[in-house]
T-cell receptor
Framework: AQTVTQSQPEMSVQEAETVTLSCTYD???????LFWYKQPPSRQMILVIR??????QNATENRFSVNFQKAAKSFSLKISDSQLGDAAMYFC????????FGAGTRLTVKP | DSGVTQTPKHLITATGQRVTLRCSPR?????VYWYQQSLDQGLQFLIQ???????AKGNILERFSAQQFPDLHSELNLSSLELGDSALYFCASSTENSGRRETQYFGPGTRLLVL
């Protein structure tokens, strides 16, 4: 079964600085998708960014970008110019037939 | 706002009872997914429906069942409730056209508390 590992239960970043959240996954499949979702205190799950495994180019959405290393099965999220509103739980997810989530990383942004 | 709606937002009930959670997908989405988020288990996939048919099953208990209706809304039925069923239940939807696995968009969730 596919597993998703987020090794950092908590991370902290200073406002305006850059932070990288780590994610690794285990799979034998070649066709899959990877996602980062954000869950603020409201508990709403918000899509941050997605990466298709067949695309070599790393996805970017404004201040959010990923470092996708397919051979290493690594999918980290970089948040640039961190803002107070970025404080949330961040979940990495792998999707082939079904979606599997990591345990999450709680990001704190210090003013 | 993702466009996915869930009702009710909160539900408090007693052990042994049965509840129904409702989800309306985004306009045009044919697939509906149910997830359970509890403190000790994280986010767990329960079940997927595509255009009225069950498509995939995850860690769904036999006490739980779901269906998707012709208008594409879905209901998750939880019966013989136990304290451990207390969790946030999410519904998500996606288009899934031509077999392509599209992004899932999540509803706001239903918070279930079993006393």
């Amino acid at each position: 079964a596919q597993t998703v590992t987020q090794s950092q239960p908590e991370m902290s970043v200073q406002e305006a600085e850059t932070v990288t959240l780590s994610c690794t996954y285990d799979t034998s499949e070649s066709d899959y998708y990877l996602f980062w979702y954000k869950q603020p205190p409201s508990r709403q799950m918000i899509l941050v960014i997605r990466q298709e495994a067949y695309k070599q180019q790393n996805a970017t959405e404004n201040r959010f970008s990923v470092n996708f290393q397919k051979a290493a099965k690594s999918f980290s999220l970089k948040i640039s110019d961190s803002q107070l509103g970025d404080a949330a739980m961040y979940f990495c997810a792998y999707r082939s037939a079904v979606m599997r989530f990591g345990a999450g990383t709680r990001l704190t942004v210090k003013p | 706002d993702s466009g996915v709606t869930q009702t009710p937002k909160h539900l408090i009930t007693a052990t042994g009872q049965r509840v129904t959670l409702r989800c309306s997908p985004r306009s045009g989405d044919l697939s509906v997914y149910w997830y359970q988020q509890s403190l000790d288990q994280g986010l767990q996939f329960l079940i997927q429906y595509y255009n009225g048919e069950e498509r995939a099953k995850g860690n769904i208990l036999e006490r739980f069942s779901a269906q998707q209706f012709p208008d594409l809304h879905s209901e998750l039925n939880l019966s013989s409730l136990e304290l451990g069923d207390s969790a946030l239940y999410f519904c998500a939807s996606s288009t899934e056209n031509s077999g392509r696995r599209e992004t899932q968009y999540f509803g706001p969730g239903t918070r279930l508390l079993v006393l």
